[in-house]
């Protein structure tokens, strides 16, 4: 069964860090663009961040330019959200998402979806 398992989330201060994990099945790994979305309260699901596996490479919305790395690890399957300078418009349940187009915003290009990870930042 194909699926992505995110862990992670928690509390943190403003100013604070937090890294995401996201795991996934060996074909999705290997097979998929994978990327980041975040839905805050009583907002839709937006686009975070996206990685490539070859050529590498990572597209990150302008809100988190600077602060957030979108990084993997092949032997683990696994990719990583380092969050740093975070602030309360952070605050959100991400979701790790494998997808068939790079760099995409859309959630309809996303496949697979994880059950997501809660961020709370307070100020």
């Known amino acids: 069964q194909e699926q992505l398992v995110e862990s992670g989330g928690g509390l943190v201060q403003a100013g604070g860090s937090l890294r995401l994990s996201c795991t996934a099945s060996?074909?999705?790994?290997?097979?998929?663009?994978m990327g980041w979305f975040r839905q805050a309260p009583g907002k839709e699901r937006q686009f975070v961040a996206a990685i490539r596996r070859s050529p590498s490479m990572t597209y990150y919305t302008d809100s988190v330019k600077g602060r957030f790395t979108f990084s993997r690890d092949n032997a683990k399957n696994t990719v990583y959200l380092q969050m740093n300078s975070l602030n309360p418009e952070d605050t959100a349940v991400y979701y790790c998402?494998?997808?068939?187009?790079?760099?995409?915003?859309?959630?309809?290009?996303?496949?697979?979806w994880g059950q997501g990870t809660k961020v709370t930042v307070s100020s």
């Open positions: 060996g074909r999705i790994f290997s097979t998929y663009v």
């Open positions: 998402a494998a997808g068939v187009r790079f760099p995409s915003l859309s959630l309809s290009d996303y496949r697979y």
